[in-house]
Each structure stands twice: as structure tokens, then as C-alpha cells.
């Protein structure tokens, strides 16, 4: 993945519903791609664990057609990717997320600006003030904003974050699996102070 992290191992992971390893677990708690991708995967292979618990056979191609889905995921990390009611799918790319999640978040009384949050990695899909991991319908979102000197900060925060995942759902109908929210910096006052 763009993370570095191996993809088998984070299928074998929600397959054989264990926990990972300490030390990667630090980093799929702190990496969206990997919070993306196992949310993906979770939701993917529901089915088979469902399947796992009764003494039934899978209909013929199940298994084949979970895991070619499974497979063709890492071939679209900078994109979502939405099956179509007809022949096709839909790619959104990371970037529009993005811009969707840093509107959403201007729209909420306090905030002031959504600016970038310091260096950014890489690996993330950066826009102004966003950062956006994706795999298959799910999304990770990260948004650094500046608040108004004076507004409650965390209100502020967890209403930019229902504001991003309504906007997200509405929109795209994708799933944000987890909206960050950084406060980078307050608005002076217009005295200065």
C-alpha cells in the first residue's frame, strides 16, 4: 500500500479476525490508509464470516469474485471506487474528498480557515487543509483548521467532523470510517490581543 504496510497481511489480518502485531498496530491506528483498508476489508468480508459459522456451501465464484475485489483495491489507493447500477464503476479521486471535507468544515460557525496541518506525508492525498486516505468506499479524513478566538474548540470540532461525514455521505456515498480533526491555530482578536 502507499503506506509501506503489506496488503496480504491486512486481508489476513480481518480474515483470520486477529490483532496485529504491537508494533503494527501503532501504525494502523495512526496510518488512514491502513484505518481505510481494514474498514474496506471488514465490511468485504462480512459475508464470508457469516458464511464461516453455518454448515452451508458458498454459491459457485463467491469466494473468487470477494477476493479478485479484494485484490484490485490497491490498484486504486489515490481513488474511491463505486460499483455502477449498470456496466462500469465510479473513481473519486481522493483530492475531491478532500475538497468536499474542507467545504463541509468552512461551513461550520468558528472555523475560519482549513489550512494545511505542517508537513504532510506523502502518502496521503493532500488538498488545502485536507488529507484524504481512501480504499474501495471508504474513506479516512483529515482536516486542520483555524478556529475563532473565543468559539468552543471542541464543539467546533465534532461539529466539523458530523459536517464532513454528512457532506462525504451525501455526496459521494461513501463512508468516512474516521474524520481527524487538528486546530492549528485561532483567530486573533481584532484588537490583537
Given at each position: 500500500?502507499?503506506?509501506?504496510a503489506?496488503?496480504?497481511?491486512l486481508?489476513?489480518q480481518?480474515a ?5 502485531a504491537p ?5 494502523q491506528?495512526?496510518?488512514p490508509?491502513c484505518?481505510a483498508?481494514?474498514?474496506e ?18 454459491p459457485a ?5 470477494i477476493m ?10 489515490s481513488?474511491?471506487?463505486l ?21 463541509a468544515?468552512?461551513g ?8 494545511g ?34 468559539a468552543?474548540?471542541?464543539?467546533v ?9 454528512e ?6 456515498d461513501?463512508t ?14 481584532p484588537d490583537?490581543?
Amino acid at each position: 500500500m502507499e503506506c509501506g504496510a503489506d496488503y496480504d497481511a491486512l486481508v489476513a489480518q480481518v480474515a483470520e479476525r486477529r490483532a496485529p502485531a504491537p508494533e503494527a498496530a501503532a501504525h494502523q491506528h495512526a496510518c488512514p490508509h491502513c484505518r481505510a483498508a481494514i474498514a474496506e476489508l471488514e465490511e468485504l468480508w462480512a459475508p464470508v464470516s457469516t458464511l464461516t459459522g453455518e454448515q452451508v456451501r458458498a454459491p459457485a465464484g463467491l469466494v473468487e469474485s470477494i477476493m479478485a475485489r479484494v485484490r484490485e483495491l490497491p490498484r486504486h489507493s489515490s481513488y474511491a471506487v463505486l460499483a455502477g447500477d449498470g456496466p462500469g464503476a465510479t473513481r473519486i479521486a481522493g483530492r475531491v474528498v478532500g475538497a468536499i471535507a474542507r467545504r463541509a468544515a468552512l461551513g461550520v460557525p468558528g472555523v475560519t480557515a482549513a489550512v494545511g496541518g505542517g508537513p504532510r506525508r506523502r502518502d496521503v492525498m493532500s488538498g488545502e487543509g485536507t488529507a484524504v486516505a481512501v480504499s474501495g468506499s471508504h474513506v479516512v479524513v483529515e482536516v486542520a483548521l483555524v478556529v475563532a478566538f473565543g468559539a468552543p474548540v471542541l464543539d467546533v470540532a465534532a461539529q466539523v467532523r458530523a459536517a464532513v461525514i454528512e457532506h462525504v455521505s451525501r455526496l459521494t456515498d461513501l463512508t468516512a470510517t474516521a474524520v481527524d480533526v487538528s486546530v492549528v491555530d485561532l483567530e486573533e482578536r481584532p484588537d490583537g490581543r
